[in-house]
């Protein structure tokens, strides 16, 4: 049993109430607690050797353990409100660091006018544990999901991806401008921000939309990094390959009715001019995930990395 | 530099915004987020060989985790509403255990219409560690801080202290019901849930509140377990220091007028006819804490646990 089929399995015992309009499985769970706008709740946790290492600048891990959250408030086209901060460090650990993971956090904070409202530090005796709780905000109209993908979109990313290991995993912007700018202009049917790869990120708006889609490779924007990795290590993956499954992009995964596409594109270009958008394929009727290219279609078997299992 | 000194001197740098009715420094954050009821924010972590054992079972390791988180929206009044769970596992976890946590967590969640919506599993190889995110409301009016506590007040405190650690730190009862019946009832003044020890955590109440107290030993109620511990092992505390400074009581500690006394404690023996309320002593315009005894008065100097240093 990996993570993603234990999270299955809990997921339908877990207790709910009448102030809940989105539980487990989206970007953020969604409460109307009589407000006009709904809530958007969320947490995230980094560690030690897994998202950040023993040399990384405690600056940037603070920042990235914020950025993380603010991403999937970005998803859901939310505005971000409050934030705790739980850190949980060996026993040895100087407090001045712990003043430079706030340093970082309270940057990025500040930037999107989040307020840091508490949390605690702990003892993790072995490594650093960052865990951040945040709430925003959202119109009731405006609050996109994952399920409301429909046969015949065109699907979207913003960005360059792969490669997000070299160097971007600490230093990206979160899409929350850019989310909100969709949302308000045009009907975004889906959305999730690429956490865990692009393949394994669209499957998980495909299997809560029901549907399936169909992707272009020459299409799918392929970074630098990634590029430079292929290159550079015979044994490391072809830069398609790291685009289509490599974690920690966090850019926008979107779709929306064809007829907007191209409306879409043009007004993006002029709104943020520096930042890639590319439309990479279309949703279908048909489930599952198939990636086109030049020698043809072909079912898309490989995930982005799962949890307690190595794919 | 202990914890305490760290937060003293992160806290002011925090970023805030208009939305921040108090911010870190109380049991949970409270914000207005434009419903008619103040939102409170809470986190909370526990840890494997600090908070429980690799021998605790899981239900109950589950069952701790949010119950801390309960009582710390007791103590300013409040209803829960939704948590997020994080659960930090080493990669050889066996996955029935994880679904054993959340078992016990739901449980609880349950009785007190507390939605469980969402949260994640991650990795913290050497050992478990689980943090918790709740979103609690208040009525506007309702809300109790650590920082209304007036000279002359009443202090009291439910239940019995010290030697939690025996038996009760696993399955104490967070006081939801006692606390929002308390402030429907009387004008409660400040309150605070007991989790570092009673000493530690009315100094939290007396800064906050810029006053002083005076305690009476004899009235302090001391637990069976801190008598039989004291009993047992020569090299214990003594069952007063024992209730004075154990930590995870999980108690609520309350001031009200001295004129509220009499009638509350009426009020709460027909209310509460099981649970022990007790008067311990009073708040004063002089600054400290004091403890009266059948010596006479002294300044109380001993803390309760204070992370990162030995007291």
Not at 32 to 35: I, N
């Given at each position: 049993m990996n993570e993603v089929e234990l999270i299955a399995r809990l997921v339908p015992s877990l207790p709910s109430n009448g102030s809940v309009v989105v539980a487990a499985g989206d970007d953020c769970a969604v409460l109307?607690?009589?407000?006009p706008d709904y809530i958007l709740f969320k947490t995230d946790a980094i560690v030690e050797g897994i998202h950040?290492?023993?040399?990384?600048p405690p600056e940037k891990i603070g920042r990235k353990a914020l950025a993380r959250c603010l991403s999937d408030i970005a998803a859901m086209a939310g505005k971000p409100n409050s934030a705790l901060v739980t850190i949980a460090v060996p026993l040895e650990f100087e407090p001045a660091r712990i003043g430079a993971i706030y340093a970082g956090l309270n940057a990025l904070a500040s930037e999107h006018s989040v307020a840091i409202v508490g949390g605690e530090t702990t003892t993790n005796p072995e490594r650093v544990l960052i865990s951040i709780a945040l709430i925003g905000t959202v119109e009731k109209d405006k609050c996109v999901r994952r399920s409301g993908a429909k046969a015949g979109d065109a699907i979207f990313v913003t960005g360059k991806l792969g490669?997000?290991?070299?160097?971007?995993?600490?230093?990206?912007?979160?899409?929350l401008e850019e989310a909100r700018w969709l949302r308000a202009q045009y009907n975004i049917h889906a959305m999730i921000d690429l956490s865990d790869g692009l393949a394994s990120d669209l499957r998980h708006i495909l299997a809560a939309s029901d549907v399936g889609a169909e992707l272009m490779a020459s299409a799918i924007p392929i970074s630098r990094e990634a590029k430079v990795a292929a290159r550079a290590e015979s044994s490391t993956k072809p830069p398609l390959l790291a685009a289509l499954?490599?974690?920690?992009?966090?850019e926008l995964l979107f779709t929306v009715s064809g007829r907007d596409a191209v409306p879409l594109l043009d007004g993006w270009k002029k709104k943020f001019p520096k930042l890639p958008l590319a439309c990479i394929g279309k949703i279908t009727a048909e489930p599952g995930l198939r990636l086109r290219d030049k020698n043809g279609m072909k079912s898309l078997t490989v995930h982005g990395y799962t949890h307690f299992e190595k794919s």
């Open positions: 109307d607690l009589g407000a950040f290492t023993a040399e990384t490669g997000s290991i070299h160097a971007r995993h600490l230093d990206f912007e979160p899409r499954t490599d974690g920690e992009d966090f």
